[in-house]
């Protein structure tokens, strides 16, 4: 596998694994298709080897472009997603075209041009939520949000190619992500930056959801583990076995900022949150994949990601994200 498509290559988890990537296989040339919407950023790349880096700017739902993107391409991993809860219980129809329509112009182009593997990257939102125990590959999907409904659709669809075309598509369902060069409206970069800055943490009801924390660069290599390794037909769970409450993780932000719990603000929940996610993720483990960095240590070089980089995180508060903001917590 020397040229392989990365879908979404501008945003937080696609960049973190084209890095990774490049570093690992001296031999690797990436095509890199991104809309570049709000949340794709060209700043996350900054540091690349640009002759094995080449970058498309455009929509996997069109799909022409998507057949131009992956033409000469070994495999494809798909990325690209509209990817916060909060935005799709605003406002859906992006995240059907992308997450469902865009899935779809993807396996076309893998039949058509009979590529090697096809990753899509879907999440453990599909599953629902789980009071105990943790779900495994083969248990029904619930989704329960618009987001997770996308993209469970999404990867339903495309294994259909597997069965009914022999499209080698892998699915690889991951925990909550986090790391360098998050966009800021997911809970953990907000929470920091706002500390930093001396702002509320707008914590939703009583705090008390858990989420599984996962290492960017720990979810990045279960992917590229699951596309090498992998079968085709399969769906494999990355989970990063860190299971916290929100307001665990939340008094972890302000122990490493060195900030007060008076920051903490409660508010409204969010319609529909989902208590609590949870995977098993023996089935990739089998496969030699394990996640590396420790809770302890992925949050303390996260903390001092953000607060070594404001250069990058200051300019995307200072945007389209104001709007949101407001929208999203003016009257909550
Ligand atoms: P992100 O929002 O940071 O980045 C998404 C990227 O996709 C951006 O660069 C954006 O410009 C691009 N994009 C959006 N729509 C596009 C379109 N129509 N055509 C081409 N490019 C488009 O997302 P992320 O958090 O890095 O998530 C990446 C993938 O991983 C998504 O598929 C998401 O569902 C999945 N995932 C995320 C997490 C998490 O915790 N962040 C966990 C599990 C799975
Ligand atoms: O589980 C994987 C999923 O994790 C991915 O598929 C999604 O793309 C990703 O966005 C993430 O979804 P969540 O909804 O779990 O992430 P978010 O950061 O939005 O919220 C994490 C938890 O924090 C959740 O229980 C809601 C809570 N929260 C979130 C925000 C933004 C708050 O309490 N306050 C907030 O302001």
């Given at each position: 596998m020397n040229r392989i498509c990365v879908t979404g290559g501008a945003g937080f988890i696609a960049s973190n694994y084209i890095k990774f990537a490049l570093d690992e296989y001296p031999d690797l040339h990436i095509v890199n298709l991104d809309k570049?919407?709000?949340?794709?950023?060209?700043d996350n790349l900054k540091d690349i080897d640009e002759s094995r880096h080449t970058f498309i700017n455009g929509d996997i739902a069109d799909a022409d472009v998507v057949r131009k993107a992956m033409d000469g391409c070994d495999a494809i991993i798909n990325f690209a997603a509209d990817s916060h809860v909060d935005r799709s219980i605003m406002e859906a129809s992006d995240f059907i075209a992308t997450n469902v329509r865009g899935v779809h112009n993807i396996v076309e182009a893998a039949k058509e041009m009979k590529t090697h593997r096809v990753l899509l990257v879907s999440t453990d939102e599909v599953y629902g939520s789980i009071e105990s125990g943790s779900f495994v590959e083969t248990d029904p999907l619930g989704p329960r949000n618009p987001y997770s409904a996308t993209k469970a659709g999404g990867e339903l669809l495309g294994m259909t190619y597997f069965h009914t075309?022999?499209?080698p598509v892998i699915v690889t369902r991951g925990s909550n992500t986090y790391g360098?060069?998050?966009?800021?409206?997911?809970?953990l970069p907000l929470f920091v930056t706002n500390a930093i800055d001396d702002e509320?943490?707008?914590?939703?009801?009583?705090?008390?959801n858990v989420r599984d924390w996962l290492y960017v660069e720990d979810h990045a290599r279960g992917i590229d583990h699951a596309l090498r390794h992998g079968e085709p037909g399969q769906v494999y769970n990355v989970s990063g076995s860190n299971e916290k409450e929100n307001v665990t993780l939340t008094h972890k932000i302000l122990e490493l900022v060195g900030?007060?719990?008076?920051l903490i603000k409660p508010i409204q929940d969010r319609p529909g949150h989902d208590r609590r996610y949870s995977i098993d993720d023996t089935k990739l483990m089998g496969l030699g994949w394990k996640p590396l960095t420790s809770w302890e240590d992925g949050m303390a070089k996260t903390v001092k990601w953000y607060q070594d980089n404001e250069w990058w995180w200051r300019k995307i508060k200072s945007g389209e994200f104001r709007e949101y903001y407001e929208r999203q917590y003016g009257n909550k």
């Open positions: 570049l919407t709000y949340a794709g950023n060209m075309f022999d499209v360098p060069n998050q966009y800021p409206e997911k809970v509320p943490l707008p914590l939703y009801g009583d705090g008390k900030k007060g719990p008076d």
